[in-house]
């Protein structure tokens, strides 16, 4: 089980190098904690929730990786109105963790769900993974753009906030018992 979280993190982590960055900006404290997606020549404000009540206030994700169970992905409908584009949602898994690594491109195979000229996505994610959320806008275009489509690979239930916590209470006693045992050694005079 370690071994395959490690291995996640890995491929997040790698992933997030390859992937558009214009997809992953962070808004900031100014603009109460949302993701800004840069798609077809216009920025949606991307929010995610993990409940139908939570979303307009209260607990809601950017960067922060939701838990099993249900995961919402919103626009802001006014803002989608305007674009005069039919939006497609799909969330997406892999067929294999393998084919993240040798054939990125066609591995996100399998669609959970797919809403089509609607500016939220909901599903019910019933174990942790890697998935991932394709936004599209629909053009009349003879040759549409290919910033048309934006890919947002996020991890499902796996609870980072609780493992860093962790990973500082342990920093924490590692120092404690440096300190205790140099304290317990004492101070030596220099010579």
Do not use: W
């Not at 089980?1 to 962070?26: I, K, Q, Y």
């Not at 307009?56 to 674009?83: D, M, N, R, S, Y």
């Not at 910033?147 to 962790?166: A, D, E, H, S």
Request: with cysteine; charged share 15%.
């Amino acid at each position: 089980m370690r071994a395959r979280f490690f291995f996640l993190l890995l491929t997040v982590f790698s992933l997030n190098l390859a992937v558009s960055p214009t997809l992953f900006a962070h808004a900031g404290v100014d603009h109460g904690d949302n993701c800004f997606v840069d798609i077809g020549g216009f920025t949606l404000r991307l929010g995610g929730f993990q409940a139908e009540d939570k979303i307009g206030g209260g607990k809601h994700f950017c960067h922060i990786l939701p838990a099993t169970g249900t995961v919402i992905f919103t626009f802001e409908e006014a803002v989608v109105a305007q674009l005069n584009k039919k939006m497609n949602l799909k969330f997406l898994a892999p067929d294999s963790y393998a084919d993240l690594i040798f054939n990125y491109a066609n591995a996100f195979n399998q669609t959970l769900a797919q809403v089509s000229g609607a500016a939220a996505i909901q599903y019910d994610f019933p174990k942790a993974g890697l998935y991932a959320l394709e936004v599209s806008l629909h053009s009349d275009e003879l040759e549409p753009s290919a910033n048309n489509t934006q890919r947002f690979l996020f991890l499902v239930g796996f609870p980072i906030i609780k493992m860093l916590v962790f990973t500082a209470l342990g920093f924490l006693l590692m120092l404690g018992f440096v300190l205790l045992s140099q304290l317990k050694n004492g101070v030596k005079p220099k010579k």
